[in-house]
């Protein structure tokens, strides 16, 4: 088992995205993973899953998920929070 993380934010914090493909974009964190130091913010890191039909009357879709990102990888957005 790997030790938990000290995370620098809190869920509801305002972050900005410091580092990756998603740099400089503002968003509201949702959810923190400890064990693994990631973050889920909202409208950052966007991944597709395709998903398959289960039945005859179901049709396949593809969903866009929020992927995590590390907690290293943001900082707080300090002109939201004055």
């Known amino acids: 088992?790997?030790?938990?993380?000290?995370?620098?934010?809190?869920?509801g914090d305002t972050v900005r995205v410091i580092s990756g493909f998603s740099k400089n974009e503002t968003g509201e964190v949702l959810r923190i993973n400890r064990n693994t130091g990631k973050l889920i913010v909202k409208g950052i890191?966007?991944?597709?899953?395709?998903?398959?039909?289960?039945?005859?009357?179901?049709?396949?879709?593809?969903k866009q998920v929020e992927a995590p990102i590390h907690h290293s990888n943001v900082t707080l957005n300090l002109k939201e929070v004055s």
């Open 45 to 62: 890191n966007f991944k597709f899953k395709h998903v398959k039909p289960n039945n005859e009357n179901e049709i396949g879709e593809i």
């Open 1 to 11: 088992m790997s030790k938990k993380q000290k995370i620098h934010v809190k869920v």
